[in-house]
């Protein structure tokens, strides 16, 4: 979508729908850059009937997405409901260089396998918030591998080694002598490809990809394009309330998971944190997000507040039904009840030492985790609290519990 430099400074008429637009684009993000310019692909589109090319690109480096993934896929799908084209990019390519943002090492790249079994599992999951009938799938592996190693090199003569460590995160590995591989260098450039090969009119990301989508901007300038228009959205705090949510931090809620573990993730948020989670995750209007921050102001209880959330997410990705017996669920543990669909163990080899048993039936990772937790009092028997590391298990069916959330159901031979 290429303007005239009569359309270029033509007065922008602001219509309602553009306003709208815009509104909605703007709720819960950090940044539109350049504002003015996205104000005149919003207004030139609404006057042709051609929708913009939106862009979204995520690298395949686990194989499930977390709510902090959701935050830019809700923004993509308000727009798509907008009425624009959407285009969710897996970056198969990308993936094997390895995204440095953020980085103070350089990060292990992944094995074609690996990135293969990863995309897999990736669209269909982001399939439970965008729409899938109207959302355009890409591969970057399309345009990149096509490059070969001439294509390469004139897609980095494009580009200065000052520009590429102007970057943060270069810039400090440089200064504190830490290395930076060759091959990281070229990350920046080869994502700012995928707007040039896809023609996008608006990329989005997360406050850590700015630089990133900025090179995008630059480099469609360089293919005579218009460049792109820029929105970054927060990065979303994890369950730990410090670092951003990672599923390798296991601090993350997982789109897929089980509702009650969902819900009960949801619930673990400290109060403060609750209204983080609101901004960024509710669809609620924002008169009554305002409301609930105004009734716990007044005393109010914040648990009955981020019931609410929970439950909203929940019903999202699973069922309302679903979101009301998490809820029972989750108050029946509080009253130190026992789950109703804890997964039921086989285990032989009784009697079974305490340690064994817990890592047996995956209530724990290792021996040594299990007999941490038994010091520190997070296991339980049958309702009876274990504090005997020593402790031999003799044949039988009972129920295991390992801190608030973790429950199976073991029968011992």
Same mark, same amino acid.
């Given at each position: 979508?290429?303007?005239?430099?009569?359309?270029?400074?033509?007065?922008?008429?602001?219509?309602?729908?553009?306003?709208?637009?815009?509104?909605?684009?703007?709720?819960?993000?950090?940044?539109?850059?350049?504002?003015?310019?996205?104000?005149?692909?919003?207004?030139?589109?609404?006057?042709?009937?051609?929708?913009?090319?939106?862009?979204?690109?995520?690298?395949?480096?686990?194989?499930?997405?977390?709510?902090?993934?959701?935050?830019?896929?809700?923004?993509?799908?308000?727009?798509?409901?907008?009425?624009?084209?959407?285009?969710?990019?897996?970056?198969?390519?990308?993936?094997?260089?390895?995204?440095?943002?953020?980085?103070?090492?350089?990060?292990?790249?992944?094995?074609?396998?690996?990135?293969?079994?990863?995309?897999?599992?990736?669209?269909?999951?982001?399939?439970?918030?965008?729409?899938?009938?109207?959302?355009?799938?890409?591969?970057?592996?399309?345009?990149?591998?096509?490059?070969?190693?001439?294509?390469?090199? =004139?897609?980095?003569?494009?580009?200065?080694?000052?520009?590429?460590?102007?970057?943060?995160?270069?810039?400090?590995?440089?200064?504190?002598?830490?290395?930076?591989?060759?091959? &990281?260098?070229?990350?920046?450039?080869?994502?700012?490809?995928?707007?040039?090969?896809?023609?996008?009119?608006?990329?989005?990301? =997360?406050?850590?990809?700015?630089?990133?989508?900025?090179?995008?901007?630059?480099?469609?300038?360089?293919?005579?394009? &218009?460049?792109?228009?820029?929105?970054?959205?927060?990065?979303?705090?994890?369950?730990?309330?410090?670092?951003?949510?990672?599923?390798?931090?296991?601090?993350?809620?997982?789109?897929?998971?089980?509702?009650?573990?969902?819900?009960?993730?949801?619930?673990?948020?400290?109060?403060?944190?609750?209204?983080?989670?609101?901004?960024?995750?509710?669809?609620?209007?924002?008169?009554?997000?305002?409301?609930?921050?105004?009734?716990?102001?007044?005393?109010?209880?914040?648990?009955?507040?981020?019931?609410?959330?929970? +439950?909203?997410?929940?019903?999202?990705?699973?069922?309302? +039904?679903?979101?009301?017996?998490?809820?029972?669920?989750?108050?029946?543990?509080?009253?130190?009840?026992?789950?109703?669909?804890?997964?039921?163990?086989?285990?032989?080899?009784?009697?079974?030492?305490?340690?064994?048993?817990?890592?047996?039936?995956?209530?724990?990772?290792?021996?040594?985790?299990?007999?941490?937790?038994?010091?520190?009092?997070?296991?339980?028997?049958?309702?009876?609290?274990?504090?005997?590391?020593?402790?031999?298990?003799?044949?039988?069916?009972?129920?295991?519990?390992?801190?608030?959330?973790?429950?199976?159901?073991?029968?011992?031979?």
């Amino acid at each position: 979508m290429n303007a005239s430099p009569d359309q270029a400074t033509a007065p922008i008429a602001v219509t309602d729908a553009v306003q709208h637009a815009l509104t909605v684009t703007k709720r819960g993000a950090e940044e539109v850059l350049i504002e003015s310019e996205f104000v005149q692909k919003l207004v030139r589109s609404e006057a042709s009937g051609q929708p913009l090319r939106i862009k979204l690109g995520l690298d395949p480096t686990a194989a499930d997405l977390h709510l902090g993934h959701t935050v830019v896929l809700n923004k993509m799908r308000q727009l798509q409901d907008l009425g624009h084209h959407v285009i969710f990019l897996i970056g198969d390519f990308t993936s094997m260089i390895g995204d440095p943002s953020g980085r103070n090492v350089t990060r292990p790249p992944l094995t074609r396998e690996q990135i293969e079994q990863n995309a897999m599992t990736y669209f269909a999951q982001a399939s439970m918030v965008l729409d899938p009938v109207r959302t355009e799938i890409r591969y970057n592996s399309e345009w990149c591998d096509a490059l070969g190693a001439r294509g390469m090199i =004139g897609l980095a003569a494009k580009y200065t080694v000052a520009r590429i460590l102007e970057r943060e995160d270069f810039t400090k590995r440089f200064k504190a002598g830490t290395p930076i591989s060759v091959h &990281e260098l070229l990350y920046p450039l080869m994502q700012g490809y995928d707007s040039v090969a896809l023609r996008s009119d608006l990329e989005l990301g =997360g406050t850590d990809q700015k630089f990133n989508l900025l090179v995008g901007r630059e480099l469609q300038k360089d293919y005579g394009q &218009e460049p792109q228009c820029i929105l970054t959205m927060p990065l979303l705090e994890g369950l730990d309330g410090v670092e951003k949510m990672s599923k390798s931090k296991g601090n993350y809620v997982g789109i897929t998971e089980p509702a009650n573990t969902m819900f009960g993730k949801l619930m673990s948020i400290s109060d403060d944190m609750m209204w983080r989670y609101y901004d960024l995750l509710s669809f609620r209007s924002l008169a009554d997000i305002a409301g609930f921050r105004q009734s716990v102001g007044e005393g109010r209880n914040p648990r009955d507040i981020k019931v609410l959330l929970a +439950q909203e997410i929940v019903e999202r990705f699973h069922s309302r +039904q679903a979101a009301e017996d998490a809820l029972a669920d989750f108050n029946n543990r509080a009253r130190g009840g026992i789950p109703d669909d804890i997964p039921e163990v086989a285990l032989s080899g009784a009697p079974l030492g305490i340690g064994q048993l817990l890592k047996q039936a995956n209530l724990c990772a290792s021996t040594s985790e299990a007999l941490r937790m038994v010091e520190q009092g997070g296991v339980r028997i049958d309702a009876v609290q274990i504090s005997d590391k020593a402790l031999k298990v003799d044949a039988g069916t009972f129920v295991v519990q390992v801190g608030k959330r973790k429950f199976a159901r073991v029968v011992l031979s």
